[in-house]
Each structure stands twice: as structure tokens, then as C-alpha cells.
């Protein structure tokens, strides 16, 4: 209480107000991650990524407040503060092309797609270099450039980061999914609490997207994370002024799509502020376009901000979408059965028409999700915050999911007989034998999810050691109500000149299910996790600091049916962190280590190889990391390189039928490198590698010493080169180009089934655009050599061909 005290007293001691405003370029963008000075004080601010800044508690009287950047003209204004008052000044920045001799405050204007801090990555403002855990940032400067209207684009710009399957709409579960450093992850975060959507993630809404790297539980808990990271939607705030554009594009496949983002203060003394970013897309499958095939997207996303004084900030959100789709084709490949009896084991050898659709219309799917956001932000004083979310996040889907089997004579052969497996002695038959097609429909499935968390935050001096820390209570709740239904539907035979595949369609499913009800199954699991956390960034010096968390969750699962009756268990997991980052050269390099730990819950109960009971522990995933982080030339060059290992403890792996033993292990390595970087006016470059080993250990003898089938590809890099015109009568003029690697992913890698590869891919992209204060023009390719490429999660899913998009937008 003592320092509380202090800390209001001191506020207190003499009369404040305060100064807000918002910088922005001479064609109205807005500056981010500029410092705004008072001249001849020690105190100022940042600006957002609208440009807006505040600062807070500035004593009565009058001063110059100054802005500067590289690249941009400087700019200075007076102010007189008054007491309990809010001075408002705005700055629009000229651009020059001589540099800057004295910088009162320098940003990174030049280098517009890098991001050099965040609030949401340690739960606290902090500076990349000053973050001793690896992530990447993409901004909406790089996806208005690449003209990307989704979530799943917008991942193509992290390096190590690759998307393993579509989203499918279907409610819980059926968001897209990728992988980083050898585990599957998906995009379940928002503004760092939880946010699920489980259909296309439209970008309309997106400010920046953060890629957290490696297990991260000790902050953001297990249940949305996994041990390759966490994906977070940075989302678009309201701000003072009123502008916004509206947008229309069409292009191939039958794409076409209009979006609107409109902003607006709605009194006088704008403190009140409405923001509203909508977006409809509709697109065929580009495999027999029009045909049978199609994904149509609504989103619309209202943000209100209620700033009623200096210390209190409320801000109410929300996401609705809805959809309508028929899912896209995910080939499996039967479990009972070795690859190698198809006859071939790459995707590219398949005896499959690349363009067909094995499906008919009205194998349809509607979607929806509704999330509710609210952020309370209350400045105790100068040195604490206080912050608290509430969200709620409900998913639902009603309709089918069609999926096929790719099988081979031997199997077609069995399930003739009746038999699920070969007898002795039982003659196999090479070659492809059937594509099953099945379906998995949706019943009024639904999946909520609540969550309440508390944090403080504290920036303060302890001696000479500056102190930076969190200290967060979070109420996690997942309350799954899912009805998965069906089975399989027929067998057709493959590359037939003038075969109906039409057949499988709606009202075909329908008939199948009104002759043969089909099996349900459930999932109606209710989990409560109970979590405190604490996080302290402690300086050392100006150059050396430390990083200390630790996280205590208290787990519920009550029982309920995961497919079959489950009964309820207790856990308590312990989740520690460590960082420490030096700074040889200060605000410029840093060399960073970590440890970092995740942890997963699992039944409370299994049998021995002598079928005795056993209690489960947890499964848990250890990190170690190091690298370097660069912040160099002015801004120009932001680089980050680590090397890590990922050691997964506790693994449950099946003896027999009833029996199991937890004694598996997993090992995950591999380097990974991300820069941002500016070369010379005008010119941007994002680029990435990310090489991943990684190993089961001490497992199934099916599986030990094998990658995992959805650790996805060892090899990726990505690429982005573009330049826009800085000056003169074609300012504005610009165009992009680069692409995305992806080397040969085993999505089939056991002893039982042999190995089945998607093979390996180089995607490019390029686009165009002419970018002017009150309108954009745009057009982009998308898969410009009309590669042929494959992307899995177990399955091999054909990925859209050659595809162009224009677009056209007025801002205002």
C-alpha cells in the first residue's frame, strides 16, 4: 500500500492536465511508433498505430511540444496546459529528403513494415530488443501493398510459419490451422485474450498480426496455445478524427468483394469515438469453378472508445461472422493400409485431376461466430495500470463436411469381404482401388468460450533498478456442445473419361441418411481453468536486464462425453519463464536468451502395461533459445536470428487396446531468421527462413525416430521486395514482388503406413498498386507460374492456381 500511496501522493502534489494528439503524414496516413517530446522535460509519448499519442499529468503551464522522423520534416507547436484539462494538438509531417541533423525524437517512418515494440507480447509495453522472446510482426502497411484479405494471407509473411489445412467453418474446431517449430497451431487470440473464429478470418478488422514463438503458457496459459507458439489478431482501435474508405475488388474464380472502414468522434469533446470495419467476400473453388464449390464470408466488427478522463479508457468490440461454404477437398489415406500399395507416395503422382471436383452442390455448411470484447484501462498513477477484459466467444455451425479416402485395391477388396483387416495369407493388390467420399455434417454445434482477466501493471524505480512488471488473474471457461454426424457415403472410381462425380451431393446425403440414420458423435465437455501469473523485466543496467514469470493454473475438466462418457479431473500445473537480453551496442543490438515452458492437460487415469491404474501427469514442453536481435542504420534494418530446442515430456503413447504407457518423448530444434529492412528510400524488403528438426523419441516403435506427420515441412522461407515512389509526379507508384518456399512435408510417416509426401513448392506473388490521399489503386497475382502445390494436415489439399484481384478504393 506504502507505494501506491507514494506514487498518487507525488501525482497529486501540484496541479496537471494533459496533451493528446495524433501525427500523420501531409497525404493524411498516420505515423506509428514516433516519440513525441516536451522540450526541455523529461516526460512524452508514443504515438499508436493511428498516430495518436497522450501525455499524461504534464504540470500547469505552457511549452513546445516536438515531433520528428526520419525521413519526415520536423515539426514544433506551443500549448499551454491548464489543470484537469485535455490540450489537443495535431502534427502533419512533410516528408524530406535530406536527412535529419537533429532528431529531437526519432521513429522508424522509413522502414514502414516493421514493428519495433508491443503491448500484447509480454502483457506489458516493451521494445522488441528489450524482449528476450522471439516473435514477428505484420502490419496493415504490408497487407494493404499485397492486397490480402485474410488471415491465412497474412501468415505467409512469418517465417517458420506454414498453413497446414483450411478452415473448414464447422463450429470449435474448424479454424484454419498451421504449424510452427513442429507443432500445429491456430489463430485463437485477440488483443492477446481469447477470440476464436472458426470460419476465413477476414483482414478488414486486422491492424497487425502477432506470431508468438515457441511454448508460451506462461502468459497466455495452455488452452489457446500450443508448444510452436500462439497466432494474435491485433485489432483496428477508434480514433478522434473522422475518416475511413470504403473498397471494392473482383478477380478470378468468381471472387468479388466490398469493404467499408468508417470512423467517426461522436461528441465534441471526442471522448467518445465509433470505428466500424466491415467486409463480404464471396469465391468459387477454383477446381471446377462455379460448379459445386464456393466460400461466402460476412464480417462486421463495431469498436466503441470511451475515454471519459485522462485515467480511464472503455472499449466495448465486437466480431460477427457469418458464412456459407462447402468444404474444400481433404484427401485422407486409410490408417489400416501402407501407402506404398497406392502404388506411388507423392501428392504430385496421384492419379487425381488436379481442376476436378469429386463432388456435387449442395454439400453446404452455414457458419457463424460472435464475439464480444470489453477492455477497461484505469491509470492508478503515474506508475500503474490497471486493465480488465471480459470476452465471450461463441461458434456454431449447421450443415455438411464433405471428405474423402484415397484407397487402394487391397482395402476396396476387404471392405467387399466385410473384413477389417487382412488374414494371413490374404493376396494384396496393388494400384488405386477407390476415392471414398464421406461426410461429416454438423448438427447445432456450438462451442462458447469465456474469459475474465486482470492485469496490473507497474513501470517503476526499486533503487537504482527499474522494474517493469505484470501481475494477471485469468478465468478461463470452454464450454464445448458439439454434434458431429455421418460416415461414408460411396466409392468411384478415379480418371473415368465422362464419370458423373456429381453424385455426391446433398440431396444424395440426405437420401443415405433418411435410409441408414447415421452414428453421432458428441463432445459436451465443460473446463474451467483458474490462473494467476506474475512477469517482472528488471534492469540491471541500461544494457543488461532480466526476465522472471511464473504461472499457477488450477484446472477443472467436469466430465461429460468426448466422443464416448468421460468423467471429470483436477490439475494443477506450475509454468515458469526466464529471459535475459544484453544490449552491446544500446537501442541497436541484442543478444537475447530464453527458457520458456508449456504444459498440457490430459486424463487423470490410464492402465499399465500390467493393466494397473496410473495417474497421469502432465505432459509438458521445456525451450531453450538464443539468438540476436538487431535494430540498425536508423531504423532501416530490423533482424532477428535464435536457435531453439524444444524438448516434450510425458508423452502417452498405446501398448495395446486398454493399455498405455507415459514414458514418450519429443524433440523439436531448428533456427529461424526474420528481417525488415529499407535499404534505400522507397525500397522495402521482409524476408524469413526456418530450417525445424524435429523427432519422436522413446515412443511407439511405429513411430519412434520419425518426424511427426504434422510437424509439416523442415525447410520454409518467405520473401517480399517492393518499392514505392516517394517524390514527383508518380509518388505514390509501386509494386511488389516475392514468394513463399516450402520443402517436402511428410504427412504419412510411420512403420504401418509407410511415407506419403506433399512435395515441395515455390509460390509467387506479385502486385501493383498507385496509392494517392484520397484513393488507392490496386491489382495483385497471386500464384503467378500456376504452380501445382499441396498443403496437409494428415490429408493432401490441392491449393488454388493462378489467380488476379483488382481493386478499388476511396478514403476519406
Known amino acids: ?152 494471407d497474412a501468415t505467409r509473411n512469418v517465417p517458420g510459419l506454414q498453413k497446414m489445412w483450411d478452415a473448414t467453418g464447422r463450429g470449435g474446431d474448424g479454424g484454419a490451422f498451421y504449424a510452427s517449430r513442429g507443432f500445429v497451431v491456430s489463430s485463437q487470440l485477440r488483443n492477446g485474450v481469447a477470440g476464436n473464429v472458426t470460419s476465413d478470418i477476414d483482414a478488414v478488422n486486422l491492424e497487425k498480426l502477432e506470431v508468438i514463438k515457441g511454448p508460451s503458457a506462461t502468459l497466455y496459459g495452455s488452452a489457446l496455445t500450443s508448444y510452436g507458439g500462439l497466432i494474435n489478431r491485433v485489432t483496428k482501435k477508434p480514433y478522434e478524427t473522422f475518416g475511413g474508405e470504403v473498397a471494392v475488388a473482383g478477380g478470378s474464380y468468381g471472387f468479388h468483394r466490398v469493404s467499408a472502414d468508417v470512423n467517426t468522434p461522436l461528441n465534441a ?28 464470408n460476412l464480417s462486421i466488427a463495431p469498436s466503441l472508445q470511451f475515454s471519459p478522463s485522462e485515467r480511464l479508457t472503455i472499449n466495448l468490440d465486437a466480431e460477427v461472422y457469418r458464412g456459407s461454404n462447402v468444404g474444400k477437398q481433404l484427401i485422407y489415406f486409410d490408417y489400416r493400409e501402407n501407402t506404398k500399395y497406392l502404388g506411388f507416395s507423392r501428392a504430385d503422382e496421384a492419379p487425381l485431376d488436379y481442376r476436378q471436383s469429386y463432388q456435387g452442390p449442395g454439400l453446404t455448411q452455414d457458419s457463424r461466430s460472435t464475439n464480444l470484447f470489453a477492455q477497461v484501462r484505469y491509470r492508478i498513477s503515474p506508475s500503474f495500470t490497471s486493465t480488465t477484459y471480459l470476452t465471450s466467444s461463441r461458434s456454431y455451425s449447421q450443415g455438411k463436411g464433405p471428405y474423402f479416402y484415397l484407397v487402394s485395391n487391397t482395402v476396396v477388396a476387404l471392405d467387399s ?114 490462473s494467476a501469473f506474475a512477469s517482472d523485466v528488471l534492469s540491471l543496467t541500461d544494457q543488461l536486464s532480466v526476465l522472471a514469470a511464473v504461472r499457477v493454473d488450477r484446472y477443472h475438466n467436469s466430465g461429460g462425453i468426448y466422443y464416448s462418457a468421460t468423467e471429470g479431473y483436477n490439475q494443477t500445473a506450475v509454468s515458469p519463464k526466464f ?19 508449456s504444459f498440457r492437460n490430459q486424463n487423470a487415469s490410464y492402465r499399465d502395461a500390467d493393466n494397473q491404474p496410473r495417474t497421469t501427469k502432465l505432459e509438458h514442453a521445456n525451450q531453450l533459445e538464443g539468438g540476436v536481435k538487431l535494430d540498425a542504420a536508423g531504423g532501416r534494418v530490423s533482424l532477428t536470428a535464435s536457435y531453439y530446442d524444444i524438448r516434450v515430456q510425458n508423452l502417452l503413447r498405446t501398448l495395446t487396446a486398454t493399455t498405455q504407457a507415459q514414458d514418450g518423448n519429443q524433440v523439436s530444434r531448428g533456427a529461424e531468421l526474420n528481417v525488415v ?100 489503386l490496386s491489382a495483385k497475382v497471386d500464384n503467378l507460374t500456376n504452380q501445382k502445390y499441396w498443403t496437409g494436415y494428415t490429408t493432401m489439399n490441392a491449393q488454388k492456381l493462378r489467380s488476379i484481384v483488382g481493386s478499388v478504393a476511396y478514403k476519406f
Open 1 to 152: 500500500m506504502s507505494l501506491f500511496a507514494f506514487a498518487n501522493g507525488s501525482a497529486q502534489a501540484q496541479a496537471t492536465g494533459s496533451i493528446r494528439g495524433r501525427v500523420t503524414t501531409t497525404d493524411g496516413e498516420p505515423v506509428e511508433a514516433v516519440s513525441v517530446g516536451v522540450q526541455g522535460q523529461t516526460f512524452g509519448s508514443i504515438t499508436d498505430s493511428q498516430g495518436n499519442f497522450t501525455i499524461g499529468n504534464v504540470p500547469v503551464g505552457s511549452y513546445t511540444v516536438a515531433v520528428s522522423a526520419v525521413g519526415l520534416k520536423p515539426a514544433q507547436q506551443p500549448v499551454t496546459v491548464t489543470a484537469g484539462q485535455r490540450s489537443t494538438l495535431d502534427f502533419r509531417l512533410a516528408e524530406s529528403a535530406a536527412e535529419l541533423q537533429e532528431v529531437i525524437v526519432q521513429g522508424a517512418r522509413t522502414n514502414k513494415f516493421s514493428r519495433t515494440s508491443s503491448v500484447d507480447v509480454a502483457k506489458m509495453p516493451l521494445k522488441n530488443l528489450e524482449n528476450p522472446q522471439v516473435y514477428a510482426t505484420v502490419g496493415k502497411e504490408l497487407l494493404t501493398e499485397q492486397l490480402v484479405f485474410t488471415v491465412d
Open 269 to 296: 469533446a471526442k471522448t467518445l469515438a465509433f470505428r466500424l470495419n466491415t467486409a463480404y467476400n464471396y469465391e468459387d473453388n477454383f477446381q471446377n469453378a462455379g460448379y459445386a464449390g464456393f466460400v461466402k
Open 417 to 530: 469381404l466385410g473384413l477389417f483387416a487382412a488374414p494371413a495369407g490374404f493376396a494384396r493388390r496393388a494400384g488405386v482401388g477407390a476415392l471414398y467420399r464421406a461426410d461429416q455434417s454438423t448438427q447445432n454445434s456450438h462451442s462458447q468460450t469465456y474469459e475474465a482477466q486482470q492485469l496490473f501493471n507497474g513501470d517503476f524505480q526499486l533503487g537504482r533498478l527499474r522494474n517493469r512488471v505484470v501481475f494477471g488473474l485469468d478465468f478461463l471457461r470452454i464450454d464445448s456442445g458439439l454434434d458431429f454426424l455421418g460416415g461414408r457415403i460411396d466409392a468411384i472410381p478415379v480418371n473415368v473419361p465422362g464419370y458423373d462425380y456429381r453424385t455426391f451431393n446433398g440431396r444424395a446425403v440426405d437420401a443415405a441418411y433418411a435410409a441408414t440414420p447415421p452414428p453421432h458423435y458428441l463432445v459436451t465437455t465443460k473446463v474451467n481453468t483458474y
Open 579 to 597: 529471459g535475459l537480453v544484453y544490449q552491446p551496442v544500446k537501442d541497436r543490438v541484442a543478444l537475447f536468451a530464453n527458457y520458456q515452458n
Open 677 to 776: 529492412a529499407n535499404p534505400v528510400r522507397g525500397l522495402n524488403v521482409v524476408g524469413g527462413f526456418a530450417y525445424n528438426h524435429s523427432e519422436f523419441i522413446d515412443t511407439n516403435p511405429d513411430l519412434n525416430g520419425r518426424r511427426p506427420n504434422t510437424a509439416s515441412s523442415p525447410y520454409l522461407a518467405n520473401a517480399w521486395v517492393s518499392y514505392r515512389q516517394p517524390e514527383g509526379t508518380l509518388k505514390g507508384l509501386g509494386a511488389g514482388f516475392g514468394g513463399n518456399y516450402a520443402s517436402d512435408n511428410k504427412i504419412v510417416n510411420s512403420v504401418s503406413q509407410g511415407v506419403f509426401s506433399l512435395p515441395a513448392y515455390t509460390v509467387l506473388n506479385a502486385s501493383v498498386f498507385y496509392d494517392q490521399p484520397k484513393f488507392r
